[in-house]
């Protein structure tokens, strides 16, 4: 019965103004692995595999995108606080540092969605400097 009933796809034909990729400037490198690696749950633009239209797998798959959205949204970025973004970008920095992102479950059967050194820490290192220009906002002058 489920397989008459699928989940709606999280798939937009327009990406929104409040986007990451089109609010901040991120370097070609980082711009490339957030699409391919982080974009397909913290996005509205998932890349689905061929097996999301067996079910159950694609509840499972929509269980797994709508989490990975309500925790970070690149595609409400910019509706998010200077207060949460540095948050956001902290959480982003530590969690590809060590290796909790992306998930395990993911990377199986995502292998470019095995980051390499040299990926890490230029997605780190360009949250942490991100980070301080939000946290510098949020100082009073």
């Excluded at 089109?22 to 595999?49: M, R």
């Excluded at 902290?90 to 395990?104: C, Y």
Aim: glycine share 2%.
């Amino acid at each position: 019965m489920i397989q008459f009933f699928p989940p709606t796809p999280n798939k937009s034909d327009t990406t929104p103004p409040t986007d990451l990729l089109l609010v901040e400037n991120v370097p070609e490198k980082v711009n490339a692995t957030l699409t391919n690696v982080c974009y397909d749950c913290h996005s509205n633009h998932t890349n689905y595999p061929w097996y999301a239209g067996i079910e159950p797998l694609s509840y499972w798959l929509a269980g797994h995108i709508e989490e990975g959205k309500e925790h970070l949204d690149f595609s409400q970025w910019d509706l998010y606080s200077a207060k949460k973004k540095a948050h956001k970008l902290e959480e982003i920095a530590e969690s590809v540092t060590e290796g909790w992102m992306p998930l395990e479950s993911y990377k199986w059967i995502h292998k470019s969605a095995n980051l390499s050194e040299e990926e890490s820490k230029a997605v780190a290192d360009w949250a942490s400097m991100l980070r301080l220009n939000y946290l510098k906002a949020e100082k009073p002058q």
